[in-house]
């Protein structure tokens, strides 16, 4: 859909095509289209296909959701329970604290790890000293490479009463040492700050390759204008950087409940189900007992159409406001 | 980490246990089956007289978790190249690791391309087997056991209780099990779990291997004075309690559902679980309890960066991990670190030490045969050879002469040659030697327990097995009592919130989060969250294993 309408704002003034003409056209101008692009279209075969046969297609097994589903049966033989499973989830009692959970992460995920890589980037930028540069911009990457397996022993070693992070908290705090991933309310920082370290140099370099593309000249006469440093940040670098941020947040929203299960799982325990159980926790403990897959695709559907609302209000936010948006 | 995976492995190997061959009556000439079955089966011109090895070759496709770093395939197994010798049957393995088992038993319900054979179906098709039956994907084995099977129906009708464990709730017989054996006679397997000590610290405190409760208080703030240094005395389990139930069973309860004189009853809403909860929430605010047992987890068997290397006194475990094993893994090289296993705590001197875990049932993992098979026959004549002595040992010990020798006296040993292997250091333990011979731990048929007699001979592992002799399983419920997809249904819709609510709570409690005022509160939403019926339904299942009968 997004594709469509930007090829057709690129080409819609060139001759052949019927401009105004409403649905009735669309036939004539996609043949028109066709005919001009052939190698294009040819190009763009693998790719269509690709989302066709591993995006579209698997939607059909949605219906798993409204269904006691049987791995024998299929999803055309399987009972069908209309919404059961989606009343189960909404009215176990767990079903608040799951959602205020995830949304809580989910948050303050983006609140510290979205601008994160943007800052880091931005002070890369003011590096002069090529080595130093890269020296940091490689060490900063490495975290993002690890097995969140080893990543998960790393957080646990740390975190535990005499590890080096549980001191570093006792010694703030002035209290003893003890097994913080054991205590419900620190989490959450845990959870979300551990991503941040281990996320922010990979994603600086999106940002890295937007601030090279900036203009050089445009610096130049700032500075003849007397612009300092900041200045130069606050009205070049940041609104060269815009478009770039923009895409990416919105790309962002879309995920924001998403909170992944992987590393959770590894982390959490059941003392502190109360802070660290989120959606996906909760659907895989749940599924531990019996595996349900139709009660699981029941709430990765809520999830997904969640997660959708939030991508169309941000886009619709973002190309109101800005010139910048996804479609 | 790699001292880690060995570990895991080795108790895997240990634990995930063995199934062989047939009784040693039954197996005097078992190469030819034994055919009783031949008067049973008067309609089939070709079962009245079966013989191994089969004049043509025939083939059979065969599903199975089954991990081995050694070898690729269990062909490659002395073992199995001998009894396809002996058949003249080869088999197709379909294997897959444990880690991904259940993904990819599903994917292949879900292709509708089945093997001939799968090992270990019921614990990933939850809808249970009989619902596996009625969907299409297995074959119901009632009508062809005796005609087919004569190993396997004589083991049944010789054993009262056996012969309920392998049929479902409707008398059926939807899948075959491993039956456990002492090299042959039908024969649970001896408590392999539990709790263990460092018995050397306990006796630089000169009190003797604990048995009650208050023993166990005395003998944990012993070790703890005298080694400081000692960070988690008393290991456990993320949710507190541990896989075998060993000091809840103290208190009469146990963390989960248990029986009690065929009641059913569910731990934690129990007058002893609300004890238990006491006296664990003491002990860890005198620091007796490991600070991080939400996060270590040592349920089944204690980590040796702890127990091995001086940062924990006791915890749980199993039989095989000795002070020797951690000494080997390079966790301790002092002389007098020793492990020793405790009897399960009691809560009075004299009472019957209980265990939570099944360890000592009769059967063990399941085979179905599906649909897909089209020589059921032969698909159970051959499994059926696998209920012989002849093939229990093939599976557990391998082959005599090259693995193993009979003492005669029916005991057993591992070959010098073997064991020479052993300590030139191509093979890090005996077991692992026997497994690149034998299928051993994931094997069918009659599982032979005693093999590792063999294994550990000389060795003090076996010492165990005395100590946790006495250990009884009156709580325990019948591993193999089933509920119908609709109750299943129910069950798990109502269970999955209260198991999260009794471990979230229980660990609170314990840790202190939580005042223990709350306790009848919680104890009130466990009823309201639906443990009565999750009870009702499971008593249901028990009444039912219990009315079994042919």
Redesign the interface.
């Known amino acids: 859909m997004a594709k469509k309408e930007i090829k057709g704002s690129v080409t819609a003034r060139k001759a052949g095509y019927i401009e105004k003409g409403g649905i009735k056209a669309l036939p004539h101008n996609i043949a028109t289209d066709f005919k001009r692009n052939k190698t294009i279209y040819f190009l763009c075969i693998p790719i269509v296909l690709w989302y066709v046969i591993f995006c579209y297609l698997p939607m059909g097994g949605l219906v798993m959701a409204f269904q ?1 589903y ?5 999803i055309t033989g399987s009972q069908f329970v209309g919404f059961d499973n989606f009343i ?1 989830f909404f009215t ?3 079903f608040g604290r799951v959602m205020r959970n995830t949304t809580a992460i989910g948050l303050l995920d983006l609140v510290l790890g979205f601008p994160a890589p943007i800052i880091f980037a931005l002070l890369l930028n003011e590096v002069r000293n090529k080595s130093f540069k890269k020296v940091v911009q490689t060490t900063s990457y490495m975290p993002y490479f690890i097995s969140m397996v080893v990543i998960a022993g790393l957080i ?1 070693d740390f975190t ?3 590890g080096v992070i549980s001191n570093i908290v006792a010694s703030i705090t002035n209290s003893s040492a ?2 913080l ?2 205590e ?1 309310k620190y989490f959450w920082w845990i959870y979300v700050l551990s991503g941040v370290w281990q996320g922010f140099g990979y994603g600086s370099i999106i940002y890295m390759a937007a601030l090279s593309s900036i203009d050089e000249q445009l610096y130049e006469a700032a500075v003849m204008d007397g612009a300092n440093r900041w200045k130069q940040t606050l009205h070049i670098t940041l609104p060269g950087l815009a478009p770039t941020i923009t895409i990416l947040l919105i790309m962002r929203m879309g995920s924001l409940f998403a909170v992944g299960s992987d590393k959770i799982l590894l982390l959490y ?6 802070t660290a ?1 989120v959606i996906n926790t ?1 659907v895989y ?2 599924g ?6 139709g009660f699981s695709a029941a709430v990765g559907l809520f999830n997904s159409v969640i997660g959708t609302v939030f991508l169309l209000v941000t886009n619709g936010i973002c190309r109101k406001y800005s010139d910048t948006s996804l479609f | 980490m790699k001292k880690r995976i060995v570990a895991i492995l080795l108790c895997i190997a240990l634990v995930s246990s063995v199934f062989i061959g047939c009784s040693k009556q039954s197996g005097k000439d078992s190469s030819t089956g034994k055919d009783n079955a031949g008067e049973v089966a008067g309609g089939n011109t070709t079962s009245e007289e079966w013989s191994w090895p089969l004049e043509e070759k025939k083939e059979l496709s065969f599903w199975i978790v089954w991990e081995n770093q050694y070898l690729d395939n269990p062909n490659e197994l002395k073992g199995v190249q001998q009894i396809e010798e002996n058949t003249n049957v080869h088999i197709n393995w379909n294997i897959v690791s444990s880690s991904e088992a259940a993904e990819k038993f599903s994917l292949m319900i879900a292709s509708g391309d089945y093997p001939d054979i799968i090992r270990g179906a019921d614990e990933f098709y939850t809808s249970g087997l009989t619902k596996m039956v009625d969907d299409g994907v297995s074959i119901d084995l009632t009508d062809y056991i005796d005609k087919y099977m004569p190993n396997y129906s004589s083991l049944r009708k010789n054993n009262e209780k056996l012969m309920k464990d392998t049929m479902s709730d409707d008398g059926k017989i939807v899948s075959l099990y491993s039956i456990a054996s002492k090299t042959g006679e039908v024969k649970g397997e001896r408590v392999w779990g539990g709790p263990s000590i460092r018995k050397d610290w306990l006796d630089e405190t000169g009190l003797d291997i604990p048995v009650t409760i208050d023993d166990w208080y005395e003998a944990l703030t012993g070790i703890k004075a005298k080694h400081p240094e000692c960070e988690a005395p008393l290991m456990l389990g993320s949710a507190a309690t541990n896989y075998y139930g060993a000091f809840t069973s103290a208190f009469g309860v146990l963390p989960e559902f248990y029986q009690d004189n065929g009641v059913v009853k569910y731990g934690p809403a129990e007058e002893g679980y609300k004890q238990w909860v006491e006296t664990f929430r003491q002990w860890y605010g005198e620091g007796l309890i490991d600070p991080n047992f939400v996060s270590n987890d040592a349920s089944f068997m204690t980590s040796g960066e702890f127990i091995g290397a001086g940062k924990a006194a006791a915890g749980p475990n199993v039989w095989g991990m000795t002070a020797d094993v951690y000494r080997q893994m390079g966790y301790n090289n002092d002389e007098n670190y020793w492990l020793s296993a405790a009897p399960y705590p009691v809560l009075n001197e004299g009472d019957d030490p209980q265990a939570g875990a099944p360890m000592s049932e009769l059967v063990k993992e399941t085979l179905v045969v599906t649909t897909a098979c089209e020589d059921v026959e032969l698909a159970l004549r051959y499994l059926d050879y696998y209920y012989t002595t002849e093939s229990m040992m093939l599976s557990s010990l391998g082959i005599e002469g090259e693995t193993y020798v009979d003492n005669g006296d029916g005991t057993y040993s591992i070959t010098d040659a073997l064991l020479e292997k052993v300590a030139d250091g191509t093979y890090p333990t005996v077991s692992e030697a026997v497994y690149t011979h034998s299928i051993g731990a994931a094997s069918f048929g009659l599982y032979n327990w005693e093999m590792y007699d063999a294994i550990y001979e000389g060795d003090k592992a076996t010492d165990a097995y005395d100590v946790w002799e006495n250990t009884k399983y009156d709580l325990v419920l019948p591993p193999t009592i089933t509920m119908t997809d609709e109750e299943a249904r129910e069950y798990a819709s109502l269970y999955s919130n209260i198991l999260t609510l009794v471990q979230e709570n229980t660990v609170n409690f314990i840790m202190g989060g939580t005042s223990m005022d709350e306790y009848d509160s919680f104890v009130e939403r466990l009823h309201t969250y639906g443990i009565d019926r999750c009870i009702e339904l499971k008593q249901a299942a028990l009444d039912r294993y219990n009315a079994r009968s042919n």
């Open positions: 006691r049987n791995v024998a049966k299929g189960r176990g009692p767990y646990k535990q009463s005499g003890v097994n991933l054991g419900a325990s059941p003392g502190i189900y109360g159980d909760y403990r749940a531990l007992v019996d595996m349900d897959y």
